[in-house]
């Protein structure tokens, strides 16, 4: 059975949370105070937790344990090592202990795993074998050099000699300080007479062959490993050597009393076995997320221009401005609150009671016993973003304003002036307009955030946020009743002319609704997502970024909503591809998909400061789709103009010019191969899915023009014949018994299913009702059906496509297995979130929801399906 996870990943993550990791936390939560744990060093541990790969480094005597010395008693502390092996443990962070002891003897007394790198010898020795290439000169020097200090000092009270296989050590540790001083000076007189290196490391002298070498091991280490920043940790004056190297984001430590050059110290190995298991607890919250809310359970508002997330807890975790690929505000979702939240929650902690959506509304209410949170985003002129929050009750809420623009990349700081927060340092104005609040601002050099506690007795606090209104009027909170009836009102009118299916009614209305959301009325375009990055394997790298506008998608929405009686929609998305047309050199050279601006995108690219929604990495802006060849989008273009001239009695003369393009599009490049509906990034291959609905752009023109009286091209009849036929030919694979996802490929997929629900092939032809068990058998687990089980040449795993589950669905309706069809449709109905959305996916075998959220493709499916139902219903 399939699972989302990636398998190291999980495994890391395993191994980590099964660690004694309560030894860990009662040591972050232990008394501080004079043991160096300094705000400031905090501050730079959170930092230094988000890096992208992290390497943490440190000496071993004196900073990990209390003493040095050759004795196998010496032993780490216990809560250091459990620290140090869990920070091995983690994804892309590496730990490792550079000390002057041998390597041998560095093993055998730290006891720690193969996860830790160890490097003895002042970092001239990184593997066993180091000790057996010496030459005969140098093991001469050695044994002259260890008979010397016997002869010298080797009597003298708490002093002992080990040979080390570049170097002669003394252990100075339990002498008097006189004998210390006095075999010093000594020592380093016998290292001067036969030319060997003199360090002083703590307690231990070393005459050395080798110069101190620690600085060139960490550089070689976190080169070698990629590490983006390091942490390096020590007591001993060869340390210094190292942290000398640091710069950017690293962080040096010293740790004990002594001069350094470290930015931070703390007091003693102890105080540093908290900062490793502090650093492990921070590093693993951004890696993993922190108790990271299911997909699903996050609540969605717009008002046809913005979008925003809200947890179950009212905490706005996601929103972007201007414009839907644009920069986030709030990106919680992808990082936690380092990227950006802006919450609201009782002062008096209390289990939030519920959220709801205000009927037939984008309005969100989150409530507890004394606090109730109101959110929508009210219409605003273009290029500005509106956000209204209401609070009310008779207790008293805590609010946390803090945006992180652009990703959290942007620094800023704020001010306030008067009922006004004013973000300053943007490139445009964001203003939270509070009247009747008092906020503490504070800033952590790079970003602010504000803060305050209002007594909702004294009657209802109204926050209104507003992004890029360079004049900005403050929004009158004695009238925000009747803004918010103004918005309630315009979504109620719009739901009351659908026509809406007796089954599942109220999940249509907000499937609907949501549609509609995800239209951007200023353009017509219309978002598949209004996220990006929600992954489709928990840990893994499928994470897409879905703020944009496919040709396919944009017409599958916008059809749906025409079923259901909404035509402006459908008008919108096909003035916007007219005027995309306008520009471009052909049809047949459109895009799959483009920004709502119209714009080919951007290329791809990775935000590595966002460790992803539970720690799924990497988090991408843009999407390399919008270079591949997609002949099947031309399809839904035509059905989408086929449907609504049939809806609307009447052909406009510019949707018959786009139905035109369509099919001289599909007569130019139908016979080439193409990268499918799914996007494989590999080689193009000649896909049935899009063959079909190549087939489906010719026959859909044909059929308009004959309804409308309209010409159609001479060779749009004999190509759609010519395309059906090869389809049914090679399309086909013995070995598999059913149509496939392409010719010559005995791989099945989901989408093949439109052989016979695009009219391609009767619906009773045995060949399409064996793609259908075919489908079911192969791809179909539980509650869900998979697009595909071959190999698309990336990483990871995926769940299965609420949107293939619908396909399926229909084609049991198809071929007449209606019990089916509901059975399978009910086991949908259950996996919808508790204010109706869903995602992209679902894993049926860790009961995880994945993907972008809410996905459009989910919710048109679904009213497809209630639709169909519903009319096989008034059949019975």
């Known amino acids: 059975m399939p699972t989302p996870l990636n398998q190291s990943v999980a495994d890391s993550a395993l191994l980590t949370r099964s660690l004694p990791l309560e030894m860990l936390r009662a040591f972050v939560q232990s008394d501080a105070a004079d043991n160096g744990l300094t705000p400031a060093l905090l501050a730079e541990l959170k930092v230094l937790a988000r890096v992208p790969g992290l ?54 007394v730290s006891r720690l795993p193969v996860e830790v790198h160890l490097i003895g010898s002042h970092g001239a020795e990184s593997d066993m074998g180091y000790a057996h290439g010496q030459t005969l000169a140098t093991e001469s020097v050695l044994q002259k050099v260890n008979a010397a200090l016997n002869e010298a000092v080797g009597f003298q009270k708490g002093i002992w000699i080990e040979r080390k296989p570049v170097a002669v050590s003394v252990h100075t540790r339990p002498a ?154 709030f990106a919680h979702i992808l990082g936690g609150d380092a990227a950006g939240h802006f919450s609201v929650e009782p002062v008096k902690a209390s289990q939030v009671l519920g959220q709801r959506y205000v009927d037939s509304t984008m309005i969100v209410e989150t409530r507890w016993a004394d606090v109730t949170v109101t959110d929508y985003l009210e219409p605003a002129p273009d290029g500005i973003t509106s956000l209204v929050r209401v609070l009310s009750g008779n207790g008293a809420a805590r609010i946390v304003f803090a945006p992180r623009p652009d990703y959290a990349n942007a620094p800023f700081s704020m001010e306030a002036r008067g009922s006004e927060l004013h973000v300053v340092g943007t490139s445009e104005p964001i203003i939270l307009f509070a009247p009747g609040v008092t906020f503490s ?19 209802p606090v109204v926050l209104n946020l507003r992004c890029g209104d360079t004049e900005p009027q403050p929004a009158d909170p004695d009238g925000e009743t009747e803004r918010r009836a103004e918005v309630a009102l315009h979504a109620r009118q719009w739901v009351q002319r659908l026509a809406l299916p007796s089954v599942k009614p109220s999940l249509v209305r907000r499937s609907a609704l949501v549609l509609r959301a995800l239209v951007h009325e200023p353009t017509g375009a219309v978002l598949a997502a209004p996220t990006t990055s929600l992954p489709e394997g928990i840990g893994g790298t499928r994470n897409w970024d879905y703020r944009y506008c496919w040709l396919r998608d944009g017409s599958m929405t916008v059809n749906a909503l025409v079923d259901l009686g909404s035509t402006a929609e459908a008008a919108g998305f096909l003035g916007w591809l007219g005027r995309i047309l306008e520009h471009a050199p052909g049809p047949e050279w459109l895009h799959p998909l483009y920004s709502v601006t119209g714009a080919p995108l951007s290329t791809e690219a990775v935000v590595d400061s966002l460790p992803g929604y539970a720690g799924s990495r990497p988090v991408r802006i843009g999407n390399a789709a919008d270079h ?38 599909v007569l130019a490049r139908w016979h080439e191969p193409d990268h499918g509906i799914w996007e494989a990034r590999r080689a193009a291959r000649h896909h049935v899915y899009s063959k079909v609905m190549c087939w489906v752009t010719l026959d859909r023109a044909l059929r308009t023009a004959a309804r409308h009286g309209r010409e159609p091209d001479p060779a749009w009849a004999p190509t759609a014949s010519t395309i059906r036929d090869e389809v049914l030919r090679e399309g086909w694979d013995e070995s598999a018994n059913s149509y496939t996802v392409a010719y010559d490929s005995p791989d099945l997929d989901a989408a093949v299913l439109h052989i016979g629900l695009s009219g391609l092939l009767d619906v009773s032809d045995q060949r399409f009702l064996d793609t259908v068990t075919a489908v079911e058998r192969e791809l179909r687990v539980g509650p869900t059906v998979f697009r595909y089980r071959y190999d698309d040449g990336l990483p990871g795993l995926e769940g299965g496509f609420h949107i293939c589950t619908t396909w399926l669905i229909e084609a049991y309706v198809a071929v007449g297995r209606i019990d089916e069809a509901w059975d399978l449709f009910d086991q949908l ?48």
């Open 55 to 108: 390497l943490v480094a440190c000496n071993y005597g004196g900073t990990l344990c209390d003493a040095e010395g050759i004795s196998t008693e010496i032993l780490p502390l216990g809560s250091a090592a459990i620290a140090l092996r869990a920070l091995a443990a983690l994804p892309n962070t590496h730990a490792a202990i550079i000390s002057g002891r041998s390597l041998r003897d560095l093993a055998a």
């Open 176 to 329: 008097p300080p006189e004998v210390v001083e006095s075999v010093t000076e000594t020592a380093r007189e016998i290292a001067r007479v036969h030319g060997l290196f003199f360090i002083v490391d703590g307690s231990v002298l070393d005459l050395s062959v080798v110069e101190p070498s620690k600085a060139e091991a960490l550089e070689t280490l976190r080169s070698r490993l990629g590490a983006s920043a390091a942490m390096f940790a020590g007591d001993a004056y060869s340390d210094e050597l190292a942290i000398a190297t640091l710069r950017g984001p690293d962080l040096g430590l010293h740790v004990g009393p002594g001069e350094t050059s470290a930015a931070h110290r703390v007091r003693d190995p102890e105080s540093f076995a908290r900062v490793l298991a502090l650093l492990f607890e921070l590093r693993r919250a951004w890696l993993f997320g922190e108790d990271a809310v299911g997909l699903e359970r996050h609540t969605m508002i717009g008002n046809g221009s913005s979008t925003a997330l809200l947890t179950p807890d009212a905490k706005i975790c996601w929103m972007s401005h201007p414009l839907p690929d644009s920069g986030s505000l």
């Open 441 to 459: 601002i504070t800033s952590d050099g790079r970003h602010a955030t504000a803060t305050a506690s209002v007594n909702l007795q004294d009657g």
């Open 628 to 665: 591949q060849v997609q002949l099947d989008v031309f399809g839904p273009v035509a059905e989408l103009i086929h449907t609504l001239s049939e809806r609307e009695g009447m052909l406009a003369d510019d949707h018959w010019d786009l139905m035109a393009q369509m099919a001289s599009a």
């Open 829 to 876: 109905v259950n996996l919808f979130g508790p204010t109706g959305l869903l995602p992209e996916e679902y894993d049926p075998g860790t009961e995880t929801h994945l993907g972008n959220h809410p996905q459009a493709y989910s919710h048109l499916g679904f009213i497809r399906c209630a639709r169909l139902l519903d009319e096989h219903q008034g059949r019975r």
